[in-house]
């Protein structure tokens, strides 16, 4: 049963645009704060942002501070990332989960940026 979706991804130039979508089941998305993470070849999955259940309250680390915005769709169940001056290390596999805790992972949505 795939519970989590993504897309939006694909190849953009240093210094443009992507908005990420992702859809989640009901049981991982209601209620619950969601995030969005990156994994890259030979590197850890990171946090880069982070909405809580109400979408009141956000998180980014610096590395995407003022670059990357996460909003959420309650009535669709439906977390999102407006990603906007991308730089060629924000090139990796994006993934979308319930924060607390992580439910199973879906494919994600590659985002390749050039230089």
């Known amino acids: 049963q795939v519970q989590l979706v993504e897309s939006g991804g694909g190849l953009v130039q240093s210094g443009g645009s992507l908005r990420l979508s992702c859809t989640a089941s009901g049981s991982i ?3 619950n704060a969601m995030a969005w993470y990156r994994q890259s070849p030979g590197k850890q ?4 942002a982070q909405i809580s259940s109400s979408g009141t309250s956000m998180y980014y680390p610096d ?3 003022g670059r990357f915005t996460i909003s959420r769709d309650n009535a ?4 999102y990332l ?3 001056s991308l730089k ?3 090139t990796a596999v ?3 989960n319930r924060a607390y805790p992580p439910s199973d992972w879906g494919q994600g ?3 390749t940026v050039s230089s």
């Open 88 to 90: 060629p290390e924000d």
């Open 45 to 48: 999955r990171e946090l880069v």
């Open 63 to 65: 590395s995407v501070k």
């Open 109 to 111: 949505t590659q985002v």
């Open 82 to 84: 407006q990603m906007n």
């Open 94 to 96: 994006y993934y979308c």
């Open 76 to 79: 669709k169940n439906t977390v």
């Open 29 to 31: 998305f209601r209620g």
